[in-house]
């Protein structure tokens, strides 16, 4: 299964991408989890479950028309990234990795109730869905990236790289 189809089918279901459509979101309250637990079946397992629970930044997402985004903008997947200028684009091997998102801290900022998260700048997440590595092996870290950027960094937008721009990363953004 592609990542990306995992992803938009675990984020608001469906292939459909229409500028405005906003994503169904996670449980965000500890009863909002105690009902997708009664309703999964898991109830006998909420003890367990609720151990595990830990404090989460919900961001809501968006359906939007990719020449609307910028360099200076959230979002998800795409086949685009924000990089400063200059800044080389995150590979292996020679082989770049795909950006699936980027999260403007000013924004995320609003919903994070437990202040976790610096109030500025951009993280950047950043994945090979070429090799697709699942955490299994200390190797998959290798593949996986979170990038910093101060706010005040000048950045540009620029599309992935070669030949990986035809490959499943270019998506339509989320927002």
């Known amino acids: 299964m592609a990542f990306f189809d995992w992803l ?3 984020l ?7 500028p405005g459509r906003r994503v169904r979101s996670a449980p965000r309250t ?4 105690a009902a997708l637990v009664e309703r999964e079946g898991l109830k006998e397992r909420w003890v367990d479950i609720q ?17 609307t985004v910028t360099a ?14 200059g800044e ?12 699936l998102a980027r999260i403007r801290l000013s924004e995320a900022a609003a919903h994070d109730r ?18 697709q590595p699942w955490g299994g092996s ?22 992935l790289p070669g030949a990986a721009a035809g490959k499943e990363g270019k998506r339509p953004p989320l927002r």
């Not at 608001?12 to 229409?18: A, F, K, L, T, Y």
């Not at 500890?30 to 989890?33: G, N, Q, T």
């Not at 919900?58 to 359906?63: D, G, P, Q, S, V």
Request: glycine letters at 10%.
């Open 30 to 33: 500890l009863e909002e989890v």
């Open 138 to 159: 200390a190797e998959d870290a290798r593949y996986v990236r979170v990038t910093f950027t101060p706010q005040d960094a000048p950045l540009e937008r620029r599309e």
């Open 12 to 18: 608001g279901g469906g292939d459909e991408r229409v």
């Open 51 to 67: 151990r595990l629970v830990r404090p989460c930044v919900y961001l809501e997402l968006e359906a939007c028309d990719p020449v």
């Open 72 to 85: 200076e903008h959230s979002f998800l997947g795409g086949g685009f990234a924000s990089l400063r200028r």
């Open 114 to 131: 437990d202040g976790m998260l610096p109030r500025s700048g951009a993280l950047t997440f950043w994945y090979s869905i070429e090799e």
């Open 88 to 99: 080389e684009w995150p590979a292996v091997d020679g082989r770049p990795l795909d950006p």
């Open 8 to 10: 938009r089918r675990r």
